[in-house]
């Protein structure tokens, strides 16, 4: 690559601008989170979907007493490659309690019905499964709050970010991939191939992307691959006339006239001379397209045409939540959405941060 792309120049250039070493580091935290996402997640189960519908919609930090019950059926073992992707499944019933007493070789407790409200139940110590009445009672926090199902917040909120890196890394690849040879072909080639390509991209162009992303959706179906699919089928447009015009110039310098001389074929000299050399302004698009795909990603599920439930995502939960913010308890919803905001951001400040770097023109 030439000298103004140097690596180590790059490096230093970017470790100077602090907002973009701060979205390097939200970047990475969430990545992280997001490959360890069940196993910190306080709620370990398959898309943190444990339902108590008795303690549905309480604030941060509320804290309730759980008498465990095992469940009736028998669950296989779950292997640490299972529980690093995708969970553990319950093998208890979460019952909420205020208060439990021995009597008679029977646990007598108070369930938690609604504030202010309790049953009293008796569980003979043979139902609890338990050896030497050492019954299992435990007491969780919930750190932000409850939605209306019960589920943790917090829980939700780590495993949801699974969905929006995702969206994101496979939107950016698809982006690339196709804006990148669509835009190499059209700037290197020119003449009826730029023609037919730009004709292409000005079409694609001038249709609305959340328009043509619903319309995707439609088409292929609502689901988790599909909003992948929708997404980065509608954002290589920007690539590949970014990458057209910087193959029009390229093309243009010696050590290009250099290789055809040398009776290099066309697909050698754009993919191993050109290419190269003008990844630069590709890479900011790409962190820009990051930032973009969460958004909308995060809009079509608030809208029902995205990630379905009970998988979680951030868009899916503020839509769950959003009728909190008028009541008692705002938070269900502001959390989710404090999360696309400060990922957004990251991913805005990364890409500022590599134009510079770069030193990408507009």
Known sequence: MPDQYNQRNIWRKLKRNKAAIFGVIIIALSFLTALFAHLIAPDPSPDANRMILEI???????????????????????????????????????IPITAFHEQNNTLVVQKYIDEGLTEKISYPFSD?????????VKTHRFYLGTDKYGRDILSRLLVGVRVSLSVGLITVVISLTIGIVLGALAGYFRGTTDNVIMWFINIIWSIPTLLLVFAITLLLGKGYWQVFIAIGLTMWVNVARIIRGQVLIVREMEYVEAARALGFSDTRIIFRHILPNVMGPVLVVAASNFASAIVIEAGLSFLGVGVQPPQPSWGLMIKENYNFIITHN??????????????????????????DALQVKE
């Open 56 to 94: 549905g919609g309480e604030k941060p930090g509320y804290t309730q007493q759980f008498l465990l019950l095992p469940k009736q059926k028998q669950h296989r073992s779950t292997s640490l490659f299972q529980q690093f992707a995708s969970g553990t499944e319950d093998r208890f019933l979460y």
């Open 128 to 136: 609890t499964k338990t050896e030497n009445k050492n019954y299992i």
């Open 330 to 355: 705002p938070m269900l919803a502001l959390a989710p959405g404090f999360a696309i905001m400060l990922l957004v951001l990251a991913f805005n400040m990364l890409g500022s941060g590599l134009r």
